[in-house]
């Protein structure tokens, strides 16, 4: 069902507390190199600021594994955010207690004020019902933002949102749910998924559910030479999983009644080591020798996969062909990412699903050329498998109340 949206809700003169994912890298100093998850969380902090809200905003920030540490503080992300907002900001270093509850009291109306990492208590992962009501008791209606942690239920995500009976969704994960929702459940056809990564573990509930959603399923990445061990072929010292070789072999002989194409390389890029320096070289599926490494899809299967990816009306793309963080070897991830931001140009719609998709399209500079970039990576991908994600069935759907 629809679910309730922040812009559905009166929010003058009460306290949000809203949970967003301010899970910025910092470099040695501190300092924050990339605040994409800042600026995508601005549209809903500026819009109850404006509206005479007293913001009570939340996060986790690393894994400091429930205890404090000083090194993964957001008190660099206070910093950012007072720098983009012209509304006060304070910052608490702490996320519960009284002189918390004292200082959230103490926010006047367009005010707003950031907790202290989240996981510096245990309780949070824990998704501990103690924890969640003392962060309860620093609002008076929740709001979740922070899609990237939805698939986790934890006392900031599912926990604290038991205690309130306004539970909306921020401007993001409303977008995130919108464009991720339209492509599983009503996608203009042809849908072709592009699934690539090192390892096949994560993706295979992925593959077997697009498999009953899609037309075209391409499978690239690591996770292709367990698809090719499993059928016999040699794979060299490239990555294998051999528990998941049945499974393979199972997805590839089962097409009776299946109306998807399931897809995979017919060439590959191989090399001695994982190092620029190594020397490569292009062969068939069928021709990897046993000393040597894949590390990337070959030009044959770059053509293949451009073909499908141009006829496709909704395209999915989550995981590169090959290990892409080495310029020799991201070729495959480089044409593929290329052909899928072609087909916005089109008239497509084209969804990247977090993760090093993002941080390689990122990398190009083209991340406007896509349909939607998701800022959830484990998250978008547990959506697209159709499983429910807790930080989403927390929320208030729309027929619940009339606020």
């Given at each position: 069902m629809k679910k309730l949206s922040i812009r559905d809700c009166d929010v003058k003169g009460k306290r949000v507390l809203a949970r967003f994912d301010f899970n910025v890298p910092l470099d040695s100093d501190k300092n924050i190199t990339d605040d994409t998850r800042i600026q995508e969380a601005l549209p809903t902090i500026r819009n109850i600021l404006d509206r005479g809200g007293r913001l009570v905003m939340m996060s986790h920030l690393g894994r400091p594994r429930g205890q404090r540490d000083p090194e993964l503080s957001l008190s660099p992300v206070a910093f950012r955010l007072g720098e983009l907002l012209p509304n006060p900001l304070r910052f608490v270093e702490d996320c519960v207690g009284p002189e918390v509850e004292k200082k959230t009291a103490?926010?006047?109306?367009?005010?707003?004020?950031?907790?202290?990492?989240?996981?510096?208590?245990?309780?949070e992962e824990e998704n501990d019902p103690r924890f969640a009501k003392r962060l309860a008791a620093l609002g008076d209606m929740y709001v979740n933002d922070a899609f990237g942690t939805a698939h986790r239920a934890h006392a900031s995500t599912a926990g604290v949102a038991d205690c309130f009976d306004v539970r909306a969704a921020g401007f993001l994960m409303?977008?995130?749910?919108?464009?991720?929702?339209?492509?599983?459940?009503?996608?203009?056809?042809?849908?072709?998924?592009?699934?690539?990564?090192?390892?096949i573990k994560g993706k295979i509930n992925l593959i077997q559910s697009l498999l009953d959603r899609v037309d075209v399923l391409l499978v690239g990445g690591g996770m292709m030479y367990t698809f090719f061990k499993s059928s016999g072929l040699e794979t060299g010292r490239s990555i294998v999983d051999g528990a998941f070789l049945d499974l393979c072999?199972?997805?590839?002989?089962?097409?009776?009644?299946?109306?998807?194409?399931?897809?995979?390389?017919?060439?590959?890029?191989?090399?001695?080591?994982?190092?620029?320096?190594?020397?490569?070289?292009?062969?068939?599926?069928?021709?990897?020798?046993?000393?040597?490494?894949?590390?990337?899809?070959?030009?044959?299967?770059?053509?293949?996969?451009?073909s499908e990816i141009a006829k496709a009306r909704t395209v999915f793309w989550n995981g590169p062909m090959g290990v892409f963080e080495k310029p020799n070897f991201a070729e495959g991830t480089k044409a593929v990412a290329r052909a899928?931001?072609?087909?916005?140009?089109?008239?497509?719609?084209?969804?990247?699903?977090?993760?090093?998709s993002v941080a390689a399209i990122n990398l190009m500079g083209?991340?406007?050329?896509?349909?939607?970039?998701?800022?959830?990576?484990?998250?978008?991908?547990?959506?697209?498998?159709?499983?429910?994600?807790?930080?989403?069935?927390?929320?208030?759907?729309?027929?619940?109340?009339?606020?």
């Amino acid at each position: 069902m629809k679910k309730l949206s922040i812009r559905d809700c009166d929010v003058k003169g009460k306290r949000v507390l809203a949970r967003f994912d301010f899970n910025v890298p910092l470099d040695s100093d501190k300092n924050i190199t990339d605040d994409t998850r800042i600026q995508e969380a601005l549209p809903t902090i500026r819009n109850i600021l404006d509206r005479g809200g007293r913001l009570v905003m939340m996060s986790h920030l690393g894994r400091p594994r429930g205890q404090r540490d000083p090194e993964l503080s957001l008190s660099p992300v206070a910093f950012r955010l007072g720098e983009l907002l012209p509304n006060p900001l304070r910052f608490v270093e702490d996320c519960v207690g009284p002189e918390v509850e004292k200082k959230t009291a103490e926010l006047r109306e367009g005010e707003c004020l950031l907790l202290e990492n989240l996981r510096f208590y245990p309780g949070e992962e824990e998704n501990d019902p103690r924890f969640a009501k003392r962060l309860a008791a620093l609002g008076d209606m929740y709001v979740n933002d922070a899609f990237g942690t939805a698939h986790r239920a934890h006392a900031s995500t599912a926990g604290v949102a038991d205690c309130f009976d306004v539970r909306a969704a921020g401007f993001l994960m409303e977008k995130e749910l919108k464009a991720l929702g339209s492509a599983l459940d009503d996608p203009r056809r042809p849908f072709v998924a592009v699934l690539g990564g090192a390892k096949i573990k994560g993706k295979i509930n992925l593959i077997q559910s697009l498999l009953d959603r899609v037309d075209v399923l391409l499978v690239g990445g690591g996770m292709m030479y367990t698809f090719f061990k499993s059928s016999g072929l040699e794979t060299g010292r490239s990555i294998v999983d051999g528990a998941f070789l049945d499974l393979c072999r199972g997805l590839m002989e089962k097409k009776a009644g299946r109306q998807s194409r399931l897809l995979l390389p017919v060439d590959t890029i191989i090399a001695r080591e994982i190092d620029d320096a190594s020397p490569t070289r292009e062969v068939s599926i069928a021709d990897i020798p046993e000393d040597w490494i894949g590390v990337d899809i070959g030009p044959k299967t770059v053509s293949l996969f451009k073909s499908e990816i141009a006829k496709a009306r909704t395209v999915f793309w989550n995981g590169p062909m090959g290990v892409f963080e080495k310029p020799n070897f991201a070729e495959g991830t480089k044409a593929v990412a290329r052909a899928v931001a072609d087909g916005k140009t089109r008239g497509a719609t084209t969804i990247v699903g977090g993760g090093d998709s993002v941080a390689a399209i990122n990398l190009m500079g083209i991340a406007d050329r896509f349909s939607h970039v998701s800022t959830g990576g484990g998250a978008s991908l547990e959506f697209m498998e159709g499983r429910p994600l807790p930080g989403v069935e927390a929320l208030c759907d729309v027929a619940e109340a009339s606020l």
